[in-house]
């Protein structure tokens, strides 16, 4: 059974940073591709930034330009590094694994992100 934790959430002002983990129990990042989630209050979970096993990168265009995901296989960890934070980027973040529509392993708990103006 695959766990996933995300931690490193907070309270931040509008303009400051956060940076965000994923770390998973076990083996399984590596030859997947990993993404951070986010639902914001009222609203349907979305994928805002992934990444290939090869490096590659993909980000909503809400967060494109803002938000770096990167990954380290070795220590089954990914991250999502959030700058110039907005209130509108304010939810509940989580990580998973991406497969087309899906997601390989059971939703953590997430970690809080909220943003004040």
């Known amino acids: 059974q695959v766990q996933l934790v995300e931690s490193g959430g907070g309270l931040v002002q509008a303009g400051g940073s956060l940076r965000i983990a994923c770390a998973a129990s076990?083996?399984?990042?590596?030859?997947?591709?990993m993404g951070w989630y986010r639902q914001a209050p009222g609203k349907q979970r979305e994928l805002v930034a992934s990444?290939?096993?090869?490096?590659?990168?993909n980000y909503a265009d809400s967060v494109k330009g803002r938000f770096t995901i990167s990954r380290n296989d070795v220590n089954d960890t990914t991250y999502l590094q959030m700058n110039n934070l907005k209130p509108e980027d304010t939810g509940v973040y989580y990580c998973?694994?991406?497969?087309?529509?899906?997601?390989?392993?059971?939703w953590g708990q997430g970690t809080q992100v909220t943003v004040s103006s």
């Open positions: 998973n694994a991406p497969i087309n529509r899906f997601v390989r392993f059971t």
């Open positions: 076990g083996s399984i990042f590596r030859g997947k591709d």
């Open positions: 990444i290939t096993s090869g490096g590659s990168t």
